[in-house]
């Protein structure tokens, strides 16, 4: 058996080792599996950080310590890394690391664990860059998100809603805010988690300019609409403004007694209080004029962010416009009449119809909506209301004998007008029955002529059937008697035939009478002579006797 080893081979290299090499060999294994093992267990319980849902790990890089050197970051600012996310500088590190195992050396690193900012439903979080530049001028406001809103400090514009946000400490602080209330003489500025109930809109005012939506400072135009909103209270503010129409009267207190019922003087007006409140003016003839005014009216979502500027709230503009209003235009429009205008007649219909539009003009010119404006009563002096009323009642019992003239002279003509309903009821009738009997004669004249004619048509319809029927008879006659007649000729030209043929009508009888004959028939000839026939008739009723018992005893008897 032989095998082919290489050239160059050396069986000295199977040749075994001495005990100290092996021994050297053995010692290294065991050291490298000794130092693998001591760095499993420092890593796993010196350099390991455990990061728990909710939280993340700061990390700050301490720099090489004892070999090689770093920078160290600029103050403000993190440290520089490498496109592998190794750290190039000393300093704090910006991304953060997540929930879960990392293991970083406390040697080389300083950790930190750092909680999530959670804001809470009805919350907002207003955050703060601490890291970057100095804004420039009068902006406080860092127009950007948290992974980029280190580069200027101050307050991030934006307002953060509800949720889980994962936040450096070391670049950014926060601050959860609710809803904020802040009072401004009578107006109420809310920031914070605003909501807008149904029925109200939001008026924004803006507390810096934002070059991004071109909006200035101050109040805005454009209104929220109802709703949910984080607002960022160092950014903007907002004035809850109930929109929609409200009701708002002025009346003249009236005197009532201790019951509480009010007290009327003798013509049925109501009697006011020695010091009426409400609308009051004098007349062009000189009386003191009292008067009720309703108005309806109200602020609509695009005069809104108008009646926060002019007036701050509802409220002001009831207070500084409508009951201002109303008092000036009612004691304007009213002194041009007189109190006797305003009583009765047109003129005071014309009165209530212009100081209406009057209102509607002066709310319009405050970008306030009218709905009604009402001139629900005017209180007139006595003294000039009870003559007025005296010759009113006059006039109307005047009309009301005049009416009651009118009513008996109407009620007799309506009576007259039954009777006259009743006497053509009557002439109807009469008229009716009589046509009825008319019609009804006509009717049966018209039905007996009917039967008459009727019957007329049956005789001749009956004398014409008879006609027909005598026609048929003779027709069915004569065809019967020439129907004998020809059958008679068909007979008699038959014997003639007949007679003809056998050549007369003895030889013609004797064949008639000898097909008459009956087939079995014999003949026996018997001769007599004279004077002996009787003698010779014994032979023949012998042998018709003999011919009689032959024929017996073929046929049997019948029985009987």
Same mark, same amino acid.
């Given at each position: 058996?032989?095998?082919?080893?290489?050239?160059?081979?050396?069986?000295?290299?199977?040749?075994?080792?001495?005990?100290?090499?092996?021994?050297?060999?053995?010692?290294?294994?065991?050291?490298?599996?000794?130092?693998?093992?001591?760095?499993?267990?420092?890593?796993?319980?010196?350099?390991?950080?455990?990061?728990?849902?909710?939280?993340?790990?700061?990390?700050?890089?301490?720099?090489?310590?004892?070999?090689?050197?770093?920078?160290?970051?600029?103050?403000?600012?993190?440290?520089?890394?490498?496109?592998?996310?190794?750290?190039?500088?000393? &300093?704090?590190? $910006? !991304?953060?690391?997540? @929930? =879960?195992?990392?293991?970083?050396? /406390?040697?080389?690193?300083?950790?930190?664990? %750092?909680?999530?900012?959670?804001?809470?439903?009805?919350?907002?979080?207003?955050?703060?860059?601490?890291?970057?530049?100095?804004?420039?001028?009068?902006?406080?406001?860092?127009?950007?998100?948290?992974?980029?809103?280190?580069?200027?400090?101050?307050?991030?514009?934006?307002?953060?809603?509800?949720?889980?946000?994962?936040?450096?400490?070391?670049?950014?602080?926060?601050?959860?805010?609710?809803?904020?209330?802040?009072?401004?003489?009578?107006?109420?500025?809310?920031?914070?988690?605003?909501?807008?109930?149904?029925?109200?809109?939001?008026?924004?005012?803006?507390?810096?300019?934002?070059?991004?939506?071109?909006?200035?400072? &101050?109040?805005? $135009? !454009?209104?929220?609409? @109802? =709703?949910?909103?984080?607002?960022? /209270?160092?950014?903007?503010?907002?004035?809850? %403004?109930?929109?929609?129409?409200?009701?708002?009267?002025?009346?003249?207190?009236?005197?009532?007694?201790?019951?509480?019922?009010?007290?009327?003087?003798?013509?049925?007006?109501?009697?006011?209080?020695?010091?009426?409140?409400?609308?009051?003016?004098?007349?062009?003839?000189?009386?003191?004029?009292?008067?009720?005014?309703?108005?309806?009216?109200?602020?609509?979502?695009?005069?809104?962010?108008?009646?926060?500027?002019?007036?701050?709230?509802?409220?002001?503009?009831?207070?500084?416009?409508?009951?201002?209003?109303?008092?000036?235009?009612?004691?304007?429009?009213?002194?041009?009449?007189?109190?006797?205008?305003?009583?009765? &007649?047109?003129?005071?219909?014309?009165?209530?119809?212009?100081?209406?539009?009057?209102?509607?003009?002066?709310?319009?010119?405050?970008? %306030?909506?009218?709905?009604?404006?009402?001139?629900?009563?005017?209180?007139?002096?006595?003294?000039?209301?009870?003559?007025?009323?005296?010759?009113?009642?006059?006039?109307?019992?005047?009309?009301?004998?005049?009416?009651?003239?009118?009513?008996?002279?109407?009620?007799?003509?309506?009576?007259?007008?039954?009777?006259?309903?009743?006497?053509?009821?009557?002439?109807?009738?009469?008229?009716?029955?009589?046509?009825?009997?008319?019609?009804?004669?006509?009717?049966?004249?018209?039905?007996?002529?009917?039967?008459?004619?009727?019957?007329?048509?049956?005789?001749?319809?009956?004398?014409?059937?008879?006609?027909?029927?005598?026609?048929?008879?003779?027709?069915?006659?004569?065809?019967?008697?020439?129907?004998?007649?020809?059958?008679?000729?068909?007979?008699?030209?038959?014997?003639?035939?007949?007679?003809?043929?056998?050549?007369?009508?003895?030889?013609?009888?004797?064949?008639?009478?000898?097909?008459?004959?009956?087939?079995?028939?014999?003949?026996?000839?018997?001769?007599?002579?004279?004077?002996?026939?009787?003698?010779?008739?014994?032979?023949?009723?012998?042998?018709?006797?003999?011919?009689?018992?032959?024929?017996?005893?073929?046929?049997?008897?019948?029985?009987?």
């Amino acid at each position: 058996m032989s095998t082919d080893l290489p050239e160059n081979y050396d069986d000295s290299d199977f040749a075994p080792r001495p005990r100290g090499q092996r021994a050297k060999l053995a010692t290294g294994i065991a050291l490298c599996a000794a130092a693998a093992f001591a760095w499993l267990v420092v890593e796993w319980t010196v350099n390991r950080v455990y990061v728990s849902p909710g939280q993340s790990l700061l990390l700050t890089y301490k720099g090489p310590i004892l070999f090689g050197s770093s920078e160290t970051a600029a103050k403000g600012q993190f440290a520089k890394v490498d496109e592998h996310g190794n750290p190039l500088q000393i &300093g704090v590190l $910006e !991304k953060l690391r997540g @929930p =879960g195992r990392h293991f970083y050396c /406390p040697i080389w690193w300083k950790r930190e664990l %750092v909680d999530d900012m959670v804001v809470a439903p009805g919350e907002v979080a207003i955050v703060s860059s601490r890291l970057g530049k100095t804004l420039p001028g009068k902006e406080f406001l860092v127009d950007a998100e948290l992974d980029d809103a280190q580069k200027f400090k101050g307050v991030l514009r934006k307002a953060f809603p509800p949720g889980r946000y994962r936040l450096n400490t070391y670049a950014y602080e926060y601050k959860i805010v609710q809803t904020q209330v802040r009072r401004d003489n009578d107006q109420q500025k809310h920031a914070g988690w605003v909501s807008i109930p149904t029925g109200y809109v939001g008026v924004v005012t803006n507390l810096a300019a934002n070059p991004y939506t071109k909006q200035v400072a &101050g109040i805005q $135009e !454009k209104v929220l609409p @109802p =709703g949910l909103y984080p607002i960022n /209270p160092k950014e903007r503010e907002v004035d809850i %403004v109930e929109i929609g129409f409200r009701e708002k009267s002025l009346t003249v207190n009236r005197k009532r007694d201790r019951s509480g019922d009010l007290v009327f003087d003798q013509s049925g007006e109501p009697l006011l209080h020695q010091n009426p409140e409400g609308i009051n003016f004098p007349s062009n003839d000189g009386f003191t004029i009292y008067m009720d005014f309703t108005a309806v009216w109200g602020v609509m979502p695009d005069q809104a962010a108008e009646a926060v500027r002019k007036f701050g709230n509802i409220q002001a503009v009831e207070d500084k416009v409508v009951v201002p209003q109303i008092e000036s235009i009612c004691r304007n429009m009213g002194s041009k009449f007189a109190a006797v205008e305003l009583l009765v &007649g047109d003129s005071r219909r014309r009165f209530q119809e212009d100081t209406s539009d009057a209102f509607r003009q002066a709310l319009e010119e405050k970008q %306030v909506t009218m709905l009604n404006g009402l001139v629900r009563y005017i209180y007139i002096p006595q003294q000039v209301r009870t003559p007025i009323q005296m010759g009113y009642i006059a006039n109307e019992l005047k009309l009301t004998r005049d009416q009651e003239q009118l009513t008996a002279k109407t009620e007799a003509n309506l009576r007259e007008a039954e009777r006259k309903v009743e006497l053509e009821s009557e002439r109807v009738n009469v008229e009716t029955e009589k046509l009825v009997a008319k019609i009804e004669a006509e009717g049966a004249k018209t039905a007996a002529e009917t039967q008459a004619d009727t019957t007329k048509l049956v005789a001749a319809i009956d004398k014409q059937t008879a006609s027909l029927e005598a026609q048929a008879t003779v027709v069915l006659g004569q065809s019967k008697a020439q129907a004998r007649q020809m059958l008679e000729e068909a007979k008699a030209q038959k014997f003639a035939l007949a007679v003809e043929a056998f050549g007369s009508g003895a030889a013609y009888n004797q064949w008639v009478f000898a097909s008459g004959l009956p087939k079995d028939i014999e003949l026996r000839m018997l001769y007599a002579g004279e004077g002996t026939f009787w003698t010779d008739l014994k032979g023949l009723s012998e042998t018709l006797l003999g011919r009689q018992l032959q024929n017996e005893r073929k046929e049997p008897p019948k029985a009987r």
